[in-house]
């Protein structure tokens, strides 16, 4: 239904993007990989999946259409619904993503909350043969300062999002924050996302 939505960013977080179109704001679902690109534009181009659900239509976006491609991907997995995918995508890049299913390493699947073993392996045996090569662009995101303040809302904002506890959300991210500073959110959200699978 929405191939893509060009407009303004109006509004950006770790798991969310606002963009205005026509006057009109549309609530995207995004990954860190994506928020790494595009959280300093003020225009943006974003690939869309529309999953619709029983009680929401719910858009998801990519800054990148291989991005899209490898989420479609992953929801045809038996077992793999949309917010799995979505922290699929936050854990790893998708650069990461394919190499795991190439090297048939489940153990990078595994360590992501509420993928278990028959679910990791089941990624690999359905796309291993479906993956194709990834865009070779590789983009590079310059860190930010910001205050731990900050950081530490804004991770917490997008771990709840991504499913996780609140208290232990914050105890993960203090305890990270205490062992040594962050530059930016996807850093210290990377970070939080392995304390879980722990």
Do not use: W
Not at 127 to 152: C, E, F, R, Y
């Amino acid at each position: 239904m929405y191939y893509y939505l060009k407009g303004k960013l109006t509004a950006v977080h770790p798991t969310l993007a606002v963009v205005e179109c026509g006057g009109v704001g549309y609530h995207v679902h995004i990954s860190l990989y994506t928020y790494s690109q595009i959280e300093k534009m003020q225009e943006v181009k974003i690939y869309t999946h529309l999953a619709i659900k029983e009680d929401a239509h719910v858009l998801y976006g990519f800054a990148q259409m291989d991005e899209k491609h490898l989420f479609q991907q992953l929801i045809s997995v038996n077992g793999v619904g949309t917010g799995t995918a979505q922290l699929i995508l936050s854990a790893l890049t998708p650069d990461a993503i394919q190499n795991a299913i190439l090297r048939e390493d489940d153990l990078s699947f595994k360590a992501i909350k509420g993928i278990g073993e028959k679910t990791a392996k089941r990624i690999i045996l359905d796309l291993k043969d479906k993956i194709g090569k990834l865009s070779d662009n590789k983009v590079i995101t310059m860190p930010h300062q910001a205050s731990h303040n900050t950081l530490q809302s804004e991770a917490l904002s997008a771990l709840i999002a991504l499913g996780f506890q609140r208290q232990k959300s914050q105890q993960v991210i203090a305890n990270l924050i205490q062992k040594q500073s962050y530059q930016n959110v996807e850093e210290l959200i990377k970070h939080a996302l392995k304390q879980f699978s722990i």
